[in-house]
């Protein structure tokens, strides 16, 4: 992608929101898993129940959540963003339920590095002095 054209984390992850809304919306709970490398989101998508059943019968699942829900979980994505520290690779997760019309949502964040970026800023020393840059 072009320089000019990168958009900034927090305009991808609204983006996320924007593409996967269809498939929030009726939902009464999952977990939303973004993956993240150098700071561009590749891919994401929802883990959730799609029927239920009782004694081998389906049941229609209780009413989910709609966009007002959905615009709640956003503005709490956004939030959690914020607290994102110097990594560039890992996932955000988003487990969230929506229980008597009230949404709970936790976030889990993990970062990736890779030692072979970190071997490249650092350059092996043959002193006794270890690492230097």
Known sequence: MNRNMELSLARQLSLVFEELESE???ITGGT???????????????????????NEVLVPIRQGMQKNHIASFRLLAMEALKRKK???????????????????????????????NLLEKYKYSDSHTGLRR
């Open 24 to 26: 929030l919306i009726g």
């Open 32 to 54: 939303l898993v973004v993956c993240i490398r150098n700071d561009m989101i590749g891919k994401f998508g929802v883990k959730h129940d799609a029927l239920e059943s009782k």
């Open 86 to 116: 110097n990594w560039t690779h890992g996932e955000i997760v988003f487990d969230f339920t929506l229980k008597h019309d009230t949404l709970m949502v936790s976030t889990w964040f993990e970062s990736n590095y890779n030692m072979s």
